[in-house]
């Protein structure tokens, strides 16, 4: 599973239905776009793409059929938003713990569900100490991605050993036919 499927597995657990889910992409490279594509896929409410360059921004969100907003805009905006992904190339957070409670304060607790898939982090480590707050970064979704891996060696061990125990049991019942 990739980080984009993680990403949009999680959500998916946290919201009963993505189709009434307003989702907003911070950046516009190749991750995002990744994730974005998964996201698409289950049919949001809305989506949205903020980003330092209205145009790249733009050229995104027309992909999707999403908003375009500025990188400047995401403070007074981020309470319309259930869930964000975040991977820009900034070397500073570019949200912080301040915006997500004054978001959290008008979106009345609702829950937000974040996803930081930069490195270093876009996001202020602090936000996932609000309550309110369901936030992910790289390393969460791949000891998600591991687990789900273990999951399914798991299940296949399984299945061979159930395999090999019916096609003894039909070797078996072949041997006592030829008798």
Do not use: W
Not at 12 to 33: C, N, R, Y
Not at 93 to 118: C, Q, W
């Amino acid at each position: 599973i990739s980080m984009a499927a993680a990403a949009v597995r999680l959500a998916s657990q946290l919201f009963e239905d993505l189709h009434t889910v307003k989702v907003l992409f911070v950046g516009a490279g190749e991750m995002i776009e990744l994730v974005a594509t998964h996201f698409a896929a289950r049919e949001p409410k809305l989506m949205a793409v903020a980003n330092r360059t209205l145009e790249r921004g733009e050229k995104l969100a027309s992909r999707f059929g999403a908003q375009a907003l500025r990188l400047a805009e995401l403070p007074e905006r981020l309470h319309e938003f259930d869930a964000l992904v975040s991977c820009t190339a900034s070397t500073l957070p570019i949200i912080g713990l301040g915006a997500v409670e004054r978001a959290l304060k008008a979106r009345r607790h609702r829950p937000m569900f974040m996803v930081d898939l930069a490195v270093p982090r876009d996001i202020e480590p602090e936000v996932a100490r609000l309550s309110d707050v369901y936030l992910y970064t790289v390393d969460d979704l791949e000891r998600a991605i591991e687990d789900n891996r273990a999951a399914r060696r798991n299940a296949a061990e399984q299945a061979e050993a159930i395999i090999e125990v019916h096609a003894s049991r039909f070797i078996s019942a072949l041997g006592q036919g030829d008798a």
